[in-house]
């Protein structure tokens, strides 16, 4: 994982890298992915650096997900796309790739062939409960 000094989120929000940037104002910046996922996808980077979104402030994560919102509804009124995806990932483990806090506006078109798949899983009521308790007791 990138540290701030070497982060290319930072980079692209002081200006030191260009970028095909579609919003930005003193907090966000929000800019198309270079590698989409789908035309049109869009990174909401918050300038100042945080590792991931569960170390990102609340206001922060507010505000990047307002942007997120606007260039969605951007997305669909001016690309045609027929959905959108909205996520961030928070870890290697989840495909964290930039340690940055950011979000994926991904818009989506009929037959675009991408697939984010969600294998339901099977678990014992048990388990449930201990899973909820757990879940619980970190809030």
């Given at each position: 994982m990138?540290?701030?000094?070497?982060?290319?989120?930072?980079k692209i929000a002081n200006g030191t890298i260009p970028c095909y940037k579609v919003y930005e104002d003193n907090d966000i910046i929000a800019f198309l992915d270079v590698a989409p996922a789908s035309r049109g996808h869009t990174l909401v980077v918050p300038k100042e650096h945080f590792a991931d979104m569960a170390h990102a402030?609340?206001?922060?994560?507010?505000?990047a997900f307002e942007v997120a919102q606007i260039i969605a509804q951007a997305q669909i009124s001016q690309l045609g796309a027929t959905g959108v995806n909205v996520l961030s990932n928070i870890g290697k483990s989840a495909g964290q790739s930039v340690s940055h806090f950011h979000i994926?506006?991904?818009?989506?078109y009929d037959d675009d062939g991408l697939k984010l798949a969600f294998p339901p899983k099977k678990l014992e009521d048990r388990e449930m409960l201990l899973l909820q308790d757990s879940i619980k007791k970190g809030m």
């Open positions: 990138n540290n701030k000094e070497s982060c290319i989120f930072c402030p609340k206001d922060i994560i507010d505000k994926h506006v991904i818009p989506r």
